[in-house]
């Protein structure tokens, strides 16, 4: 009897020192991945972002803006055949404008897409006081991603969204993330990825190319804390 006890207890103190490694593996990686790429104290100074690109798409690049004020507003605008589009997200409301795709005016976002929506204003990235955000986090160990060895973490946001993201084992850098979203009433699995990291004057390191599944961008500027306008968060034709 006092084997079979010791048996028991052996493998509950196992279980438990299990758990707790991949707790603190998580939050390692995390920590490591945020020193990598300027530490906390330099993105929490981030309060506003101009990005300027383009998108190849099916061989044509198509120029795009991206304007984002923390937790306030953000605007996409992209330019093709001639004709302007944009979407815009704010912390109150969302529109969608895409004159190259048939629409005559800018159509209003759902109120439900809209509130699904507000992570995405937080231009200091999840990552960032992620438990005070009510993120949480659970390491899923490692993968190779096209010859890259990764270590992987599943983040889940308070709105239950999950995201799956890679991490290079030898830089900490945030190479891939893979989520499920809807379109169109159906669940469908993106990918997106990041490469060619350039460290800011700010200090801060950014992803140079990045791609959402619909044509590789390239990024050919950033400015950190520029002044920008609440005019270009309103709609307009």
């Keep these: 009897m006092r084997t079979i006890k010791i048996a028991i207890m052996a493998a509950a103190v196992a279980c438990v020192s299990s758990f707790s490694t991949f707790a603190q593996t998580a939050e390692e990686v995390i920590k490591k991945h945020i020193d990598a790429i300027g530490g906390e104290a330099a993105w929490k100074k981030v309060n506003s972002i101009k990005m300027e690109g383009s998108i190849n798409y099916s061989g044509t690049e198509v120029p795009v803006t991206v304007y984002m004020k923390h937790k306030k507003a953000m605007k996409a605008e992209f330019s093709y055949a001639g004709m302007t589009g944009y979407t815009i997200l704010t912390d109150k409301a969302g529109w969608v404008y895409l004159p190259f795709g048939g629409q005559t005016k800018p159509e209003p976002m759902t109120e439900d897409d809209v509130k699904k929506s507000q992570e995405d204003l937080d231009v200091q990235g999840k990552l960032i006081d992620y438990k005070a955000k009510g993120f949480t986090v659970t390491f899923l160990g490692k ?95």
């Design 143 to 237: 993968d190779d991603v096209e010859g890259t060895e990764c270590f992987k973490i599943k983040v889940v946001s308070p709105a239950k969204k999950e995201e799956t993201m890679y991490f290079d084992a030898t830089n900490f850098y945030h190479i891939r993330s893979t989520s499920k979203v809807d379109m169109n009433g159906k669940e469908v699995e993106m990918t997106q990825t990041y490469s060619n990291f350039k460290k800011l004057p700010e200090g801060i390191v950014w992803a140079m190319n990045q791609d959402s599944g619909n044509g590789p961008m390239t990024v050919k500027s950033v400015e950190i804390n520029k002044t920008i306008e609440d005019a270009v968060f309103a709609p307009k034709n």
